[in-house]
Antibody
Framework: EVRLVESGGGLVQPGGSLRLSCAVS????????MHWVRQAPGKGLVWVSR????????KYADSVKGRFTISRDNAKNTLYLQMNSLRFEDTALYYC????????????WGRGTLVTASS | QSALTQPASVSGSPGQSITISCTGT?????????VSWYQQYPGKAPKLMIY???NRPSGISNRFSGSKSGNTASLTISGLQAEDEADYYC??????????FGGGTKLTVL
């Protein structure tokens, strides 16, 4: 069974940092591109970042570029999102998701971890 | 990276068909056949319903279908059922090698 479990969310002051983790199981992690997608309370889905199988290629939404860093540890079957210089508007539920083998769709999602940037 | 445009809400009666549109630009929907659709119930994670414009993952009912014309993609749900009431999001790959989602559509089954 494919499982993705996010952790690391919490309350942080604006300007602060947080690192999210996504532990996966049930599939060969090193064979799949991975994504982070966020959803502010009561709002829609927003794509955040994407990473290729070996971590050498990454992409970011303009709203987080230069502040967030996606990475992965294939030996630990874990995806990460380092979030720096957090802003009020980064408050959201952060989902990790697997990109399907056929490309450009997200076939498995975690349940999300909540990040709240507030003073 | 502007969001794709979806109607905020659509509604239909059980048994009817509804269509949700998803309008992008020549930088995303209009260039690639990498449009996908997701269903999300309140408090739950999104679920893939359609990928690559008109393909259904295993286990998804054939009542769900997708299409695309120019810069606009569409999701059609036929034989509407109460369990279809949810939020629906479209997504597309872009010419900047990034992804973009639509704003979401709330489907109400009357």
């Amino acid at each position: 069974e494919v499982r993705l479990v996010e952790s690391g969310g919490g309350l942080v002051q604006p300007g602060g940092s947080l690192r999210l983790s996504c532990a996966v199981s049930g599939f060969t992690f090193s064979s799949y591109w991975m994504h982070w997608v966020r959803q502010a309370p009561g709002k829609g889905l927003v794509w955040v970042s994407r990473i290729n199988t070996d971590g050498s290629v990454t992409k970011y939404a303009d709203s987080v570029k230069g502040r967030f860093t996606i990475s992965r540890d294939n030996a630990k079957n874990t995806l990460y999102l380092q979030m720096n210089s957090l802003r009020f508007e980064d408050t959201a539920l952060y989902y990790c998701a697997r990109e399907g083998s056929g490309w450009c769709y997200l076939d498995y999602w975690g349940r999300g971890t909540l990040v709240t940037a507030s003073s | 990276q502007s969001a794709l445009t979806q109607p905020a809400s659509v509604s239909g009666s059980p048994g009817q068909s509804i269509t949700i549109s998803c309008t992008g630009t020549s930088s995303d929907v209009g260039t690639y056949n990498y449009v996908s659709w997701y269903q999300q119930y309140p408090g739950k994670a999104p679920k893939l319903m359609i990928y690559e414009v008109n393909n259904r993952p295993s286990g998804i009912s054939n009542r769900f279908s997708g299409s695309k014309s120019g810069n606009t993609a569409s999701l059609t749900i036929s034989g509407l059922q109460a369990e279809d009431e949810a939020d629906y999001y479209c997504s597309s790959y872009t010419t900047s090698s990034t992804w973009v989602f639509g704003g979401g559509t709330k489907l109400t089954v009357l």
